[in-house]
């Protein structure tokens, strides 16, 4: 069972509008949270990543919001545009006991942005 | 995509033959990985190298090998024994090995069964 979570997994919005993608994580001891961007086909884009002690962070017209107590991270688009059709990818890093790292990738939402 | 450059996009694979896919990073990068990404499914991690001549297995590595020579390849091959290798795979690299380090992906390589 995959222990990150995003939804919907599918989402379209008309072309200007705004929308919020969510992420839900059970994986412990959290360390970061990155949200990428990828296009059909290609491979993925960093847009953000975040750390226990932020519970923000911006990059354009992209926000994403971390509430490490309750294990919730969104990302918020404002202003959609063509260009953002794409899926979104939550991911989520581990520490071991040992020190070592490990990323859980989400399934991602497709979002459509329709003009 | 960066200067990662996975090729070739598209290889088809017969049975019972070992394939090769081909990674090539030019960003000076000491970590690369190698994910497989299958349709309702996050990405895997099949294999990882932090440094040259040195690699561990991610979580799903059964059936695959890799190799790293030089610090700009990371070629990893699909043998006969991964039964269900039809996916797309990605490739991609980042500065250090550590998490906090942005990974950057090739545009990957889609693998189908004949």
């Known amino acids: 069972k995959n222990q990150v979570e995003q939804s919907p997994q599918s989402l379209i919005i008309l072309e200007g509008k705004n929308c919020t993608l969510q992420c839900n994580y059970t994986v412990s001891p959290f360390s970061n949270l990155r949200w990428y961007k990828q296009d059909t086909g290609r491979g993925p884009v960093s847009l953000t990543i975040m750390t226990f002690s932020e519970n923000t962070k911006s990059n354009g017209r992209y926000t994403a919001t971390l509430d490490a107590d309750t294990k919730q991270s969104s990302l918020h688009i404002t202003a959609s545009q063509l260009s953002d059709s794409a899926s979104y990818i939550c991911v989520v890093t581990t520490i071991s006991n040992f020190g070592n790292e490990k990323l859980t990738f989400g399934t991602g939402t497709r979002l459509t942005i329709i003009p | 995509d960066g200067g990662i450059t996975q090729s070739p996009k598209y290889l088809f694979r017969k049975e019972g033959q070992n394939v090769t896919l081909s990674c090539e990073q030019n960003l000076n990068h000491d970590a690369m990985y190698w994910y497989r990404q299958d349709p309702g499914q996050g990405l895997r991690l099949i294999y990882y190298?932090?440094?040259?001549?040195?690699?561990q297995k991610g979580d799903i590595a059964e059936g695959y090998s890799v190799s790293r020579e030089k610090k700009e390849s990371f070629p990893l091959t699909v043998t006969s024994a991964q039964k269900n290798p039809t996916a797309f795979y990605l490739c991609?690299?980042?500065?250090?090995?550590?998490?906090?380090?942005?990974?950057?992906f090739g545009p990957g390589t889609r693998l189908l069964v004949l």
């Open positions: 190298s932090q440094i040259v001549n040195d690699f």
């Open positions: 991609a690299s980042s500065i250090g090995g550590s998490s906090k380090e942005t990974q950057y």
